[in-house]
């Protein structure tokens, strides 16, 4: 799996956040076995296997589980499993951070839910910031346009998160799109960009209600405080059936 050669550089420890076109059985123990954190969806009809139960309270749960039921097709480490329902649909996730205390239901969902992130750092860059276009054809100026602009959007990141915590709203409230427009405007006038957007953003439209969506995942009681029961394998000899 070419997946495998992006975790080269990465530290133990580090959280990995995909999305279904990265789940399988084999690529989940790969995780483990390197020392990485993961959090996936579950896909549907992927059989499983209770073995502990931390909390149950109509659809939520919480619990560890064995991925693959079946003789045929079994990962190797124990996982966690949780669930919650979202209006019709019955949402699950899985993940490796086996503490309930350690990784709740909500930070689950909420840390799944940023997955696509990257893609509004791209477009930062790309759209707003213009790197679409290359300004030469030399290499030396494409390595100096390509460090002015990623510099530029460290910048930006910085104030739309300054901005959001003086005017206390979530950064995802600040436009981004028009801190890139008005704050060069701001600045060749001598005002303090950050200043006008927290006094006028609501007002012009800088600030305001983000589309994100939010989703009500208050954590059940844990059933059992304790951690992991000592008597439960957190391993077992794994069988992968080459599904596609």
Known sequence: MAARGLLDGLARGTLVVADLGYFGFAWFDTLSNRGLWYVSKLRQRTSYRVVQTFSQHGDTFDGLVWLGAY???????????????????????????????????????????????????????????????????????????????????????????????????????VSMALLVRYLPRFAARGEDPIAVFVARGRAAGFIRLSRRIHYDTRDPPLALAESIATSIPITRTPRYAGKA
């Open 71 to 173: 003789r045929s097709d079994q990962a190797e480490h124990l996982v966690r499993l949780v669930q919650y329902r979202h209006g019709r649909e019955l949402r699950q996730y899985i993940t490796n951070v086996r503490d309930p205390r350690q990784f709740p239901l909500a930070d689950i969902v909420a840390v799944y839910g940023r997955r696509w992130d990257i893609e509004i750092a791209i477009r930062l860059i790309k759209q707003h910031l213009g790197l679409h276009v290359w300004w030469s054809s030399k290499d030396v100026v494409i390595q100096q346009q390509l460090i002015a602009v990623l510099i530029i959007a460290q910048i930006l990141q910085a104030l739309r998160l300054e901005i959001a915590a003086r005017a206390k709203v979530e950064i995802f409230e």
